[in-house]
């Protein structure tokens, strides 16, 4: 028979991303609502191994829906990815009699609480945090909508003075290992090529694309590069360009981390609050090592072990579609 939960923890760990205080807020009151005792744990697993663990109260979660960051503040911890390390954060967690826990993070955050699901015996319940989208089993992840639409806020602006000057900018955005923060920013910009590590860059051919249009006097000019193309990030885009076409104007812009601050959109604020709501629901019906996505504004619910194997992949008709709309 599945032991009763009790007392809960919650982390947010990784990069953060907007909407994560968000859904602090909904695991927080969904668990008092059910008569649950809630614990904060901070900097994500550090938090964990080092018992920096308080207790949360309604009142500890409120007025924040609408702030960026995450009062839970967060890190990567190296000490966790260590058995030694994930033991003593058990052992911690046991010192409080936490028996349930909600961690708010990307792909390594998962792989986290993998390890440790599977090594001890407190039920862990996962929910996609990260700007990158790059999570595959959920249609959403909690801080990338607004990520992008700062982006594209930014890139709009970057083509006013793009056009007033007939110039090429090359905008670097968020995304390691993941193009999806790219591929939203620049077609909603209409830009004119996008870089993405998931597909291959040939430089090659952009230099033919831009030379062409050079001869047709389109002057202005965006690329969109994801910060993990396997060509490198804007400035060597940008390099290998004036390098092969002199006379055009280059200019550089890395978004950087404004990406993963700011107020949390609407949408997101609702993600995060719809998966706060259901971790703590999922830990009530004794639902143990399965992360929480919505897909088809259904929830879903896949196993961490499954979770992280799998990859977000992007369909090749993305491409195809920025390349017609870009002509
Ligand atoms: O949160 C994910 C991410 O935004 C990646 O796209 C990026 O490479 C990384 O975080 C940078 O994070 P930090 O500067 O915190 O190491």
Redesign the pocket.
Known sequence: MEKKVTKIGVLTS??D?PGMNACVRAVVRTALYHGLEVYGIMRGYSGMVEDEIIKMESRSVANIIQRGGTILKTSRCKEFFEYEGRKKAYENLKKHDIDGLVIIG?DGSFKGAQLFSNEFDIPCIGLAG???KDIAGTDFTIGFDTAVNTAVEAIDKIRDTADAHDRLFVIEV???DAGYIALHSGISTGAENILIPECKTVMEEIITQLAEKERRKKLVNLIVVA?GDEFGGANEVAKFIKEKLPHQEVRVCILG?IQ?GGSPSCIDRVIASRMGYHAVECLMEGKHNVFVGIVNNKMSYIPLDEAVKKKQRISEEWMKIVKILAS
């Open positions: 990784g990069g991303s990307g990260t700007i990158d968020m995304g390691r910060e981390h993963r």
